[in-house]
Each structure stands twice: as structure tokens, then as C-alpha cells.
């Protein structure tokens, strides 16, 4: 059984009036969701249906006299929940993709009855006491594995609370969902609520394409100028590449001082500031609860790493290896402005991503923009789809399903023509999609116990890349090609599953700091010549991209190293140190933050930067006292990509063997058994930093 440990409370008078499943998209169950029919109003009649029905499912294995087995649990309960599972599942992911009022407000209206169930199912004392009398002699390894799992996850869940602390840990749970939803809601208002309308003049510097869509942009609101956002597409090319200083500062402030009390009179509506002090008490209180001393404990639990300790020492050594790196860098970046630039004094924050791209390309004799040219939408996904296929042994073919936006594609996944999974892939930003790049499950790879079908699953690819301008084909940069690989890596882990107990199944049971192992694992062939020759074409020419200038961007491979890892460093050490040494009654971050940035970074921004109140990924992303796992999977990522190197073909293509291998061992296996024991498989010892600080050209 899946227990979904983020969700909690109420109950909603509005969910029960009746829609037949003929009319409702969301009871549609006999295939993919049907998210070109799904409207506000489907919610919560849907919700009402599918939560009378797991309920029922949870009073039946409940009941005295049901067989304490297994199979038997899952093919009533596991088959109910999975159903409201899949209908919320569509919920959700609409409103991250097409958020509007209405859709948000059917959301929010169904999130505390949605939470509670779970949070309540999770706890039901009657239910994990069945769970402890299954015979586990009578399970296969797979389901012994989710069964050990499944008993952890009761306790986490609150199962043992009684009384008072019972209900005090669900209405916990319920007030977090809600806090949450809204920090994400936050962070998206804020970013799409800001606008800036430049001049042609203060645009001296910026990419034709971003011009052009910008100006486009402006049009589409009868405004004079060219439109630009905090959106990635738009922003960090302004930032990048603008002459202009003062555009940028304008552009800066706005971004990173989004979600809090520092942004502009309009932007203040949307402060982040109550709502982290509350998350953070209340997770402090939940991990007391449940007999831990902090919200850093609890969440170990289900992770490699051991204790938060062991957790802030790794950062600590990773940081102190970087650290000489960092300082080299910021030293070439200063004497670079002083004497190229003519900046002597002190370098602005605005002025960084600047500076650091005229070093680049008088380094390196390239720039960002020269590259993007040559990395055209369908041909890098042809390139991936080429690697995949070679690598991993499959055939990636068009499908077609309803989608939420005409920009959707759907693609199927086969080996010896059978199919294996199925994905969505949305690749561009807009308005009313929440930002960055994930991969979310639509279904898991299961075989039923209802009928006995093998179900294969399907996952969400979701980016947030520039249009194509002119009729021209979207431009990547190098950054997203790799957001692309990296994305397509979970998904690959989710899709490439041989497991059939759902709750081990791809994804699934993975502990949270060797999730990102297949991610990352991904990006390195973003930078192999074999890979990429096969997945660019000038844009205008279609000329391949020339081997000259993927020397010059292997040179630059790793150009700023020791800042980026500080950097990501800063970000984890933060997190971690939020959920285990700070006092949630000291509702000011700043302080913790500021002490972190002074122990790491090598760079400060300034006073008024705010960027953790919108630091989605752990407060309102799953990430929370995770947020390491980044950095923690690299390690792993990169000595598993060194087996390939080590056992490259003469001509410098991946040896087939080992990808199988790979694939057998990491992909293949899931979550059925302990992510150590799959990378051993992999690589036969346990990982080292080695490989990933030489990759980092930092060894």
C-alpha cells in the first residue's frame, strides 16, 4: 500500500452532489486521463465519488474477519486508492500546467478532504495492525520490500499516535498541505505578476529570438516596447547578455526578491514570510510527535544517508574540496572586469551572469548564444530519442492522447514491439505553468490484483523552454538540452521498471537521496561528441554543430565550477540546517541564511535578495531536509557514468553490455530493494567522490 505522507483534514458539504461516470472525465479509468475534457467543475463530485469508495474499500480489509494477506489488501484498498489517485493525480498536474482561478479554486476546495483521507489512511491503527500479522514468509522479495516499507511508512504516518497527539498530527498534516499549495501559489502570482516593457535601445545586447518574442509579447497587449518576465526564457538571457546594467538590476531585484516583504508595493500581496515560519513549526512539532528531535530526523528516515550529521558533514567536506576552486574563480572574474571591462569596484549581483559570459566566450572564443543556434527542439529530441533507443534497447515512437495545450506531445516506449511506458512531454513556459522542469507519474507499472493485467506506466516530462520565433523552431541552450536529459532520466527510471509491485515499481520506494542518481546519470552524455553530433542542425543552415566549437565548450565544460557547487551547497546546507538547528520561533530565516551564506559562499548578494521564500523545492516540493539529495546522487551519478568511461568502445561510443548492465541493475530494479544494494550491483563496490570531482574538474 502507498501512503502519501504530505497530504491531511476537513470535510467538504459541496463534494456530494452526484455526476454520472459517463459525464465526469475524472471516473474515466479504462485508459489515459482525459485532460482535454477535465473542467473546475469535475473536481469535486469526482473527489466525493472516489473517496466513498475508498472508503468503503478501508472498512472492508478492515474488518475482523478479512484474510490478513497481501494480495488481498491490494486488490480492494490498493485498487480503490489507486483510482482517486490517478483522478487527483490529473488535478494536480493541471493546475501546475494550466493554472486559472477556477481550476486553482476547485483545487484548494477538494485539498483538505483529499489530505485528510490520506492522512488518516496512513494512521489507521486497525489497518497497520493487518499489515503487521501478514505472514511475510508468504511474500515474493518485491512485495516484502514494499511490505517493509508500507510498516515504516504507518509509523511515520502517526499509526502509533493515540488520543490527542493522534488528532494534533492530522490536523498537522491538513494545515501543511494548505500552507504549501499556497507558497506555490505565491511563487507563481509573484512571477507572472511583474512585467517590465523595455525599449529596442535597452535591449542592446539581448538575443534576436528573445527580442522577437518579447516584442511579440508586448503586442498580444497592445503595448508599445518589448514585454519582459521573470520566466527563465525571458530572464536569463537579460541577464546574460544586456548592456544594459541598470535593465538587469531591475530585472534582479524583481526576481530575487519575489514571494517576500522586499518586493515592490503590488509584489508584498504575495510575501512567503508567514507562511515558512508556520511550515517550519510545524513540521518541528510533527517530528516531536512522532518522538524525533527535529523535521532533519524524520526525513533521513527514509533516505541512504544515515542522520542529519551525516548529511551536514558530507556537505561540509564536498564544500571545503570546492572552496579553493570557488575562490579562483571569483578571482578570475574580478580581474577580468578590472582589466577587459574597466569595473574596478566592488561587482554587483546583477552584474555576474554578465560579466561572466564576456569571460567566457574571450576564454573559451564562444558564447551561449553561437551554441543555442545549433540546438533546434526536434533534432535534440531526435539526438535523446537516438541515445535512449541505443543505449537502453528500445523504440521510442509517436502515440497520441489527450492533452491540456497544443504544445503537449505523447510518446510510447517498446522493446520487441511490446510497449513498455508511455510519456508526456510539455516542453514550453507560459503563463499559468508553474516554472522549472519535473517529472511526475500518471500511472505505475502494476501488476494488478484486480485482473490479473500488467498495467505499464506513464510519466509527465514538463520543462519550461522559450517558443520557437518566425516560424522558426524553438532554440535550446546547452543548459537546457542537459534539463532535458536530466528530466528524461527520472522518467526512464519510471518508465524502464520491471517490477510489478506497484509500490517498489520504478520510482517508487527509491529513497529520496538516490533519486536524482538516473537524472544526472543523463546529463553526462550532453557532453559526449557521439551524442551530441547527432542532435544538432544550425538553424538556419542545418549545418551540424562543428567539432571546433564543441572543443571550445568541453574546455569551458567546467568553467565557474567551484561557485556552482558552492552554490548548490549553500542551498543544501540551508535547508538542512533549517529542519534540524534552527528555532521555528524565531520567525526571521535571514539570520540562519546570512550564517550559511558566511560560512560557504565565496559571493554575497545583497541585503534585500529573498531567494528562500521562493525555494519551492522545500517548502512546498517534497524536498524539505532533502534538498542535499542533489548533491548526494551526483556522487553517485557520476561514479556510475565512469563505468561507461572505463568501458568505452575504441571509437568512444558507450559499451552496450554496460548499459545493459546499468539498466538491469538501477533502472529495472526500482525501489525493490535498497538503492546501495542496486548501485553495488551496478559498479560491485560501494561509491566514492572520485569520479565526481574529476568530472567537475575538481580533483
Known amino acids: 500500500m502507498r501512503l502519501n505522507l504530505r497530504l491531511t483534514v476537513p470535510c467538504l458539504t459541496a463534494l456530494h452532489h452526484q455526476m454520472s461516470p459517463m459525464t465526469n472525465p475524472l471516473l474515466h479509468f479504462a485508459d489515459l486521463p482525459l485532460f482535454d475534457q477535465i473542467l473546475p467543475e469535475h473536481v469535486s463530485p469526482a473527489v466525493a465519488a472516489l473517496l466513498a469508495q475508498a472508503e468503503t474499500a478501508l472498512e472492508t480489509v478492515t474488518a475482523p474477519d478479512f484474510p490478513a494477506q497481501w494480495s488481498e489488501i491490494a486488490r480492494v484498498l490498493d485498487v480503490s486508492t489507486e483510482k482517486l489517485g490517478f483522478a487527483w493525480g490529473a488535478v494536480s498536474h493541471l493546475n501546475s500546467v494550466a493554472d486559472t482561478p477556477a481550476l486553482r479554486a476547485a483545487y484548494n476546495e477538494a485539498l483538505p478532504v483529499i489530505t485528510e483521507f490520506w492522512t488518516r489512511l496512513g494512521a489507521d491503527e486497525r489497518l497497520y495492525a493487518k499489515y503487521k500479522t501478514i505472514d511475510v514468509a508468504t511474500l515474493n522479495a518485491e512485495q516484502a520490500q514494499a511490505h517493509k516499507n508500507a510498516v515504516r511508512n504507518f509509523v511515520l504516518s502517526g499509526a502509533e499516535l493515540t488520543g490527542e497527539a493522534k488528532i494534533r498530527f492530522a490536523e498537522i498534516q491538513e494545515r501543511q498541505a494548505a500552507l504549501s499549495q499556497k507558497f506555490s501559489e505565491n511563487a507563481l502570482d509573484a512571477t507572472d505578476a511583474f512585467a517590465c516593457y523595455a525599449s529596442l535601445d535597452e535591449l542592446d545586447g539581448v538575443p534576436a529570438d528573445v527580442q522577437h518574442t518579447a516584442q511579440a509579447a508586448a503586442k498580444a497587449e497592445s503595448k508599445e516596447g518589448y514585454k519582459l518576465t521573470l520566466k527563465m526564457p525571458s530572464y536569463l538571457p537579460v541577464m546574460q547578455f544586456a548592456t544594459s546594467s541598470k535593465l538587469r538590476e531591475t530585472l534582479y531585484r524583481a526576481y530575487v526578491t519575489r514571494g517576500s516583504d522586499q518586493a515592490d508595493e503590488a509584489g508584498r500581496a504575495y510575501d512567503n514570510s508567514a507562511l515558512i515560519a508556520e511550515i517550519l513549526q510545524l513540521r518541528k512539532e510533527e517530528a516531536q510527535l512522532l518522538g524525533y528531535a527535529n523535521f532533519g530526523e524524520v526525513s533521513v528516515v527514509t533516505k541512504m544517508a544515515k542522520s542529519p550529521d551525516e548529511v551536514i558533514a558530507f556537505l561540509k567536506e564536498l564544500a571545503a574540496k570546492a572552496r579553493p576552486y570557488a575562490e579562483k574563480d571569483l578571482a578570475d572574474l574580478r580581474e577580468f572586469a578590472a582589466t577587459d571591462m574597466n569595473i574596478t569596484s566592488a561587482l554587483n549581483a546583477w552584474d555576474v551572469a554578465y560579466i561572466s559570459e564576456k569571460l567566457k566566450e574571450a576564454r573559451y572564443a564562444f ?207 540551508f535547508d538542512m540546517l533549517l529542519h534540524t538547528a534552527h528555532d521555528p520561533a524565531l520567525t526571521d530565516i535571514m539570520p540562519l541564511l546570512n550564517a550559511v551564506r558566511a560560512e560557504v559562499a565565496v559571493m554575497q548578494p545583497p541585503v534585500w535578495s529573498r531567494t528562500a521564500h521562493t525555494f519551492s523545492h522545500i517548502f512546498a516540493g517534497g524536498y524539505a531536509a532533502g534538498y542535499y539529495s542533489y548533491k548526494w546522487a551526483e556522487v553517485l551519478s557520476a561514479d556510475a557514468y565512469a563505468a561507461f568511461e572505463e568501458t568505452a568502445l575504441p571509437d568512444g561510443t558507450p559499451n552496450l553490455e554496460t548499459g545493459r548492465k546499468y539498466r538491469h541493475a538501477i533502472l529495472e530494479a526500482g525501489g525493490s530493494r535498497p538503492a546501495l544494494e542496486s548501485f553495488k550491483a551496478f559498479r560491485g563496490r560501494a561509491p566514492t567522490l572520485d569520479a565526481l570531482l574529476r568530472h567537475q574538474g575538481m580533483a
Not at 545549433?374 to 533507443?389: H, M, N, Q
Not at 513556459?429 to 500518471?442: I, L, S, Y
Not at 493485467?453 to 509527465?460: C, I, S, W
Not at 538556419?540 to 567551484?562: I, V, W
Open 367 to 573: 558564447s551561449e548564444q553561437e551554441v543555442k543556434q545549433y540546438f533546434t527542439a526536434p533534432k535534440v529530441l531526435a539526438g535523446l530519442f537516438k541515445i535512449i533507443e541505443t543505449l537502453f534497447e528500445v523504440a521510442i515512437r509517436e502515440d497520441s492522447a489527450p492533452v491540456w495545450n497544443p504544445g503537449v506531445q505523447f510518446y510510447r516506449i517498446e522493446r520487441d514491439n511490446q510497449l513498455i511506458g508511455q510519456f508526456y512531454l510539455d516542453p514550453a513556459a507560459r503563463t499559468g505553468k508553474r516554472g522549472g522542469a519535473w517529472m511526475d507519474d500518471v500511472r505505475t507499472r502494476w501488476l494488478r490484483p484486480d485482473n490479473g493485467v500488467l498495467q505499464t506506466p506513464v510519466a509527465h516530462l514538463v520543462c519550461n523552454f522559450a517558443d520557437g520565433v518566425n516560424g522558426k523552431p524553438a532554440l535550446l541552450t546547452h543548459d537546457d538540452v542537459t534539463t532535458l536529459f536530466h528530466e528524461f532520466g527520472h522518467g526512464l527510471h519510471h518508465m524502464l521498471t520491471q517490477v510489478n509491485e506497484r509500490d517498489v515499481s520504478g520510482i517508487s520506494g527509491v529513497e529520496w537521496d538516490a533519486v536524482e542518481l538516473p537524472s544526472q546519470f543523463m546529463e553526462n552524455f550532453c557532453w559526449e561528441w557521439d551524442v551530441l553530433k547527432h542532435m544538432t542542425a544550425h538553424v538556419d543552415t542545418g549545418e551540424p554543430l562543428p567539432r571546433a566549437l564543441f572543443d571550445k565548450m568541453t574546455a569551458a565544460k567546467n568553467f565557474q565550477s567551484g561557485l556552482q557547487t558552492l552554490r548548490q551547497i549553500e542551498f543544501s546546507l
